[in-house]
């Protein structure tokens, strides 16, 4: 494990025990990313509101979720990993994929608020057009939930309700 360097400020909230440095660092980038990204000037002028993450569908919850699943993946292989450039990314391709994925989630299901179960459900059931490469179906139907609760949590703002549920998967699933 690395020292306890992070990219977090002195502040109050960042000075709380987070036993990740690399991970909390992440999240600190993540905050400034939302903080930033939420202008509500997007791409589509009739997309949802970006300030309700709730109104989104699955397919976009699951879309920045993929991104803050892997940023997540990736620090922790970091700060738990060899530093060598190849083993971490065949590490990390071991993690960032529908199996991986879909175990990670059934780990976390029981601990899944009622808010949470309904994200997840949402981008289980969202209609994509992208089909399961070397997975089952149904593993790349649970990643995609996954990674559509990581989304909601990203752009909800509950950066630390995201570690630990992170966290808890990454100790279920002995990474």
Request: negative net charge; charged residues 25%.
């Amino acid at each position: 494990m690395t020292g306890n360097i992070s990219m977090t400020s002195h502040t109050e909230e960042s000075d709380r025990s987070i036993k990740e440095p690399a991970l909390s660092g992440s999240l600190e980038m993540l905050r400034i990313l939302s903080s930033k990204g939420n202008s509500g000037k997007g791409i589509d002028s009739d997309a949802a509101d970006p300030a309700d993450p709730f109104l989104l569908n699955g397919a976009s919850l699951a879309y920045i979720g993929d991104a803050v699943y892997e940023l997540m993946v990736r620090s922790y292989m970091l700060d738990h990993g060899s530093h060598m450039a190849d083993k971490l990314h065949r590490r990390t391709v071991e993690l960032v994929n529908a199996g991986a994925q879909s175990d990670m989630v059934r780990a976390l299901l029981p601990e899944l608020t009622e808010t949470e179960t309904a994200i997840f459900k949402r981008g289980r059931n969202a209609s994509t057009m992208t089909a399961a490469k070397h997975q089952s179906v149904t593993d790349y139907r649970r990643a995609t939930g996954l990674e559509a609760l990581f989304g909601y949590l990203y752009l909800n703002g509950e950066y630390e309700r995201l570690l630990e549920l992170f966290l808890h998967g990454a100790g279920m699933l002995r990474i």
